[in-house]
């Protein structure tokens, strides 16, 4: 059913016997309730647990064929129970949203024109005094699987008479086409851009081909710039010569323009691109190419996990360690790990890349779960970054910089190469406030400051968007004397501009990339060397390439070393060496300046001395040692509620219910609220489930989640349980 129901519901097949099977995975309409409603076949069955008299009918079969094949269901089907969520919210969250609605599927084939057979042998040049017929024939001819009429208009504008010719001495013929098929095939790919493999890709290559029709995890753990992208475009080359589908996760496409124009240009089309960018029809429409299996390839954020590929022959997750790849609301499912188990179920190999693997997938692959394979070189010329802190204690600064780092950037300027400055805080100031009397300015729904947005004469809330004009005066004393404190982007931009006058600067954050198309466009400045300092939050440590970067200087990171989640020593590391991983791609060496009050931090330290594979082994000995996840398996109960304690209330009855259960392996930490307890307006906690062993984690889950849904409703209040929380 198409809404967030647990259960599942049985009906009786349509009144009207129709000459269609009914086959699992049909989309069906339904009466529900006084509504009709559009639901999924998931099973046909000879009995019923419900009063047979009282069953209703199914009103009609939406669609001529299943949209979902029965390993797709397994997944799904298995994606709610492990996830704890309603089977309905997870079927329709494979689907295209357009399909929950029992609107037909977008008929997406297009008119197009043909060559018969004889139209195939007929030179052109045959065709006497008629320019326009030899024009059109040649054209139809070097597109063997057809042309789409728009094409053709656009080509040689009106062409209706010596179309009507060509057909009637019967060289040319009417069709219908999908949409790629109708492109002129490319011509072929030039065979020097493809580099020749060094020894470790070579390696990474041939283990995973020699795993290809049979299910195996690997971890490709290759630095940035060590040729990872390369090494999935040779297997995707070898898996689309066996006539199989290859599907690659990625944390935000959005960010990564890089990864799909590269994979456009060296491998044979069609590509399935699916992400929430696309309008809805677009969508709908990459995801049947994929379904009907003509996409060879399809390249998709975390919802791409679901979509049906019946030629699938290997996964890849690029960037596995980034939390993007998990859902954080309603359906809250992890990208990456149910591209594992879609493998397994699918018996193909999947591979989780990155430079900067998730503890999670470093402990699979030093337990020999996965297949680790290592990168350890950037490919070709390029020479790894130098890291260094630089202690900023007592420091004089300008533009937050100090004086040793802007020394290194006019050196780097006059050498004609380019910076990058990484600040992770947008907008103008995190604080506003009165120098008089003290206020901060808050937000009235939140348990956060308001940050300065200086252009925009605004006050905004970065956790509820809500905003406010600056105000003149101060709302408590009236003093005119307010003041900003702390620096976001633009305001280090607004800062540098005097400090390095001639120099083009370029800003990339939320902001500034708010515009579809700009991200493209700013990156195109940098990649062209326009730009000399190109500065922003972390949207820059996200897989582009800079190769004319030589100077990485990173911040302010000083308060996320400090952070409670237990992830964020990880997270910092992750960040800093996907920073640092953007400088010196190319054959200029580059070097990262990080700028900290806390020179001694441990994992600043561990982070220089031993790099992150030498950071990651330490922290992992930290989770053994605190029973953490990978060690123990963890599930989130939150609640919210505008009622201050309501929450909490709740989250002390679930504990009651859990403790009932008799699931002693089970370890119950709280409740307590959450970090930021305000945030829209509702006050949030949150009560912690953890367990050595996942099947008894999993188990207990369900038995609590059924018990929690018979809970008399609250008013206001909301609850969800998140099985391997990412944020806590
Ligand atoms: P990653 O995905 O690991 O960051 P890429 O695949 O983007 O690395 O490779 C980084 C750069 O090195 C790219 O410009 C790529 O074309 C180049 N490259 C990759 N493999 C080789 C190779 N074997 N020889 C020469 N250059 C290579
Ligand atoms: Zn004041
Ligand atoms: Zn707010």
């Known amino acids: 059913m198409a809404a967030p129901l647990a259960g599942l519901f049985d009906y009786l097949p349509p009144a009207i016997p129709s000459d269609q099977a009914l086959v699992p995975g049909l989309r069906l309409l339904v009466p529900f309730g006084r509504a009709r409603r559009v639901g999924i076949l998931l099973a046909l069955a000879a009995r019923t647990e419900q009063d047979p008299t009282r069953l209703k009918r199914i009103e009609s079969i939406l669609d001529a064929r299943p949209l979902l094949s029965p390993v797709d269901l397994r997944l799904i089907e298995w994606a709610a129970a492990y996830y704890q969520q309603p089977i309905g919210e997870a079927l329709f969250t494979a689907l295209p949203a357009r399909l929950r609605q029992p609107s037909p599927l977008l008929d997406d084939r297009v008119p197009g024109v043909q060559v018969t057979p004889a139209g195939q042998n007929r030179d052109p040049a045959n065709l006497g005094r008629a320019p326009r017929q030899r024009e059109l024939l040649a054209l139809v001819q070097a597109a063997p699987a057809g042309l789409a009429m728009s094409t053709l208009r656009q080509r ?36 020097t851009n493809r580099p020749n493999l060094n020894p470790d890709q070579m390696l990474a290559v041939q283990a995973i081909l020699d795993a290809l029709g049979g299910f195996r995890s690997f971890l490709l753990d290759g630095v940035t710039g060590s040729g990872k992208t390369e090494v999935y475009i040779r297997l995707i080359e070898s898996v689309i010569a066996a006539g199989r589908q290859t599907l690659v996760v990625v944390p935000e ?20 691109v699916l992400h929430s960018a696309l309008n809805a029809s677009e969508r709908e429409r990459n995801w049947h190419q994929a379904a009907r299996g003509e996409a060879t390839l399809v390249l998709g954020t975390r919802s791409a996990v679901f979509v049906p590929l019946p030629r699938l022959g290997l996964i890849l997750v690029d960037e596995e360690h980034d939390p993007s790849l998990k ?4 359906f809250r499912y992890s990208g990456r790990d149910l591209a594992v188990r879609r493998a397994q179920l699918a018996g193909c190999p999947v591979v989780l890349g990155t430079a900067t693997p998730s503890l999670e997938t470093l402990h699979n692959a030093g337990t020999e779960r996965y297949g680790w394979l290592r990168l350890p070189q950037r490919a070709g010329a390029a020479r790894p970054p130098t890291i260094s802190l630089l202690d900023i204690r007592n420091q004089p600064l300008q533009a937050g ?29 995190p604080v506003f406030t009165c120098h008089s009397c003290g206020w901060v300015g808050g937000c009235p729904h939140c348990d956060a400051r308001l940050t300065l947005h200086l ?26 004397d307010l003041r900003m404190l702390g620096r976001g982007t633009q305001r280090l931009e607004d800062d540098l501009r ?29 990649q062209r060397g326009e730009a000399q300092i190109l500065l922003g939050t972390q949207m820059l440590a996200k897989g582009h390439d800079f190769p004319g970067v030589t100077l990485v200087g990173i911040l ?29 791609r190319a054959e200029r060496p580059g070097r990262v300046v990080l700028q900290t009050r806390h020179p001694e931090h441990p994992l600043l330290q561990s982070l220089l001395r031993d790099g992150y594979a030498g950071f990651a082994a330490a922290a992992l000995d930290e989770r053994r040692a605190a029973e953490l996840p990978p060690f123990a398996h963890l599930a989130l109960l939150r609640a919210e509620s505008p009622q201050a304690e309501a929450a909490l209330a709740f989250l002390r009855e679930a504990r009651a219910l859990a403790t009932g259960l008799e699931q002693p392996s089970v370890q119950l930490l709280g409740p307590v609220p959450a970090p930021m307890e305000r945030r829209a307006g ?22 609590w989640n059924t018990a929690l849904r018979a809970l008399p409703r609250v008013k206001g209040l909301r609850w969800s349980l998140d099985v391997d929380p990412q944020d806590m």
């Open 498 to 526: 005097p400090l390095f006058p001639e120099t083009t600067i370029t800003r990339i954050d939320r902001d500034s990339t708010r515009r579809k198309g700009e991200l493209d466009r700013l990156l195109g400045t940098v």
């Open 556 to 584: 302010d990171l000083d308060q996320s070393l400090y952070a409670s989640d237990f992830r964020a020593p990880e997270r910092t590391a992750q960040l800093i060496v996907q920073v640092a991983g953007r400088a010196g």
């Open 156 to 191: 040689l504008g009106d062409c209706g008479g010596p179309l009507r010719t060509l057909r009637e001495k019967g060289l040319l013929t009417l069709c219908q086409l999908t949409p790629d098929s109708s492109l002129i095939p490319p011509p072929p790919l030039p065979e």
């Open 682 to 703: 509702r006050y949030r906690a949150q009560l912690l489930a953890q367990c050595a062993e996942r099947p008894r984690l999993q188990q207990m889950l369900a038995q």
């Open 327 to 330: 859902q954080q609301d309603g």
């Open 455 to 480: 252009h925009l004469k605004r006050l905004w809330c970065h956790h509820c968007d809500w905003s406010q004009p600056l105000p003149n005066r101060c709302p408590d004393c009236r003093s005119d």
């Open 253 to 272: 496409i959005g960010l990564t323009p890089q990864l799909r124009e590269r994979f456009t240009q060296r491998l044979p089309g069609p590509i399935a």
């Open 401 to 429: 910089l100090s004086s040793v780092l802007r020394e290194h950037m006019h050196a780097e300027i006059a050498a004609g190469n380019q910076i990058l400055l990484f600040l992770n805080r947008r907008g103008y100031a």
